[in-house]
């Protein structure tokens, strides 16, 4: 169990330009979450993959963000025409199935300037 | 939408006493789960309660829940240093979405 990986730590950016982020689960995880915290606040749900299915989206998420998880294994969080609004820590979870916990990589906070 | 409340949101206090945060949620749910967060760090799981009454202890931590009142409770006995941090409690919705609370700061003062 080498835990769940996020790629990059940290990534600053121009309002406007596109940002890719990568999350690697445990490998024996079919389920994978990404998810957004800001400051002060609790992690925000954005999207739920069970393989490689994309099952559950939350009605909040713009249509700038779209999500992947090509054969099941690693998953790429894409956010277009970035806005200041957009700077967060973005959060990657998998977990195996009803009842397991979630667990966490250690995010990819964005900043956009 | 299922909401989740935590209260306090800050808790300052000293070693040596006990204390609970309390976590209500919205809407019908048989599990809940507890995390804690280090500042700048990612989220630790610390409980899974999976039915009703269920309580599960590590430590100086107790996690209680009760699906009836829809609320769950995390105590906190004799605090030490190390248990600061943030401590957040998560009801999963329709299976798969966990909507996490606001989350408990907690500070123990030597």
């Known amino acids: 169990d080498t835990g769940v990986s996020q790629d990059p730590r940290h990534k600053i950016t121009k309002r406007g330009q596109n940002v890719t982020f990568r999350c690697d689960p445990i490998?024996?995880?079919?389920?994978l979450y990404w998810y957004r915290q800001t400051l002060g606040q609790g992690p925000e749900f954005l999207t739920y993959?069970?393989?490689?299915?994309?099952?559950?989206k939350s009605r909040l998420l713009s249509d700038r963000f779209s999500a992947e998880r090509p054969k099941g294994s690693f998953s790429t969080l894409e956010i277009q025409r970035t806005e200041q609004g957009d700077s967060a820590m973005y959060l990657c979870?998998?977990?195996?199935?009803?009842?397991?916990?979630?667990?966490f990589g250690n995010g990819t906070r964005l900043t956009v300037t | 939408e299922l909401k989740v409340e935590q209260n306090p949101l800050f808790l300052s206090m000293q070693e040596g006493k006990n204390y609970t945060i309390y976590c209500n949620y919205s809407?019908?749910?048989?599990?809940l789960y507890w995390y804690r967060q280090d500042p700048g760090k990612s989220l630790e799981s610390l409980f899974v309660?999976?039915?009703?009454?269920a309580v599960k202890q590590e430590g100086r931590l107790m996690a209680s829940l009760d699906t009836k009142a829809r609320l769950s409770t995390l105590h906190i006995t004799a605090a030490v240093h190390d248990l600061s941090a943030t401590y957040f409690c998560a009801v999963p919705y329709t299976g798969n979405q966990f909507y996490f609370g606001t989350g408990t700061s907690l500070t123990v003062i030597p």
């Open positions: 993959f069970q393989n490689e299915a994309q099952l559950e």
């Open positions: 309660l999976l039915s009703n009454g």
């Open positions: 979870a998998s977990r195996t199935g009803r009842g397991s916990p979630l667990h």
């Open positions: 490998s024996e995880h079919n389920r």
């Open positions: 809407t019908t749910s048989d599990r």
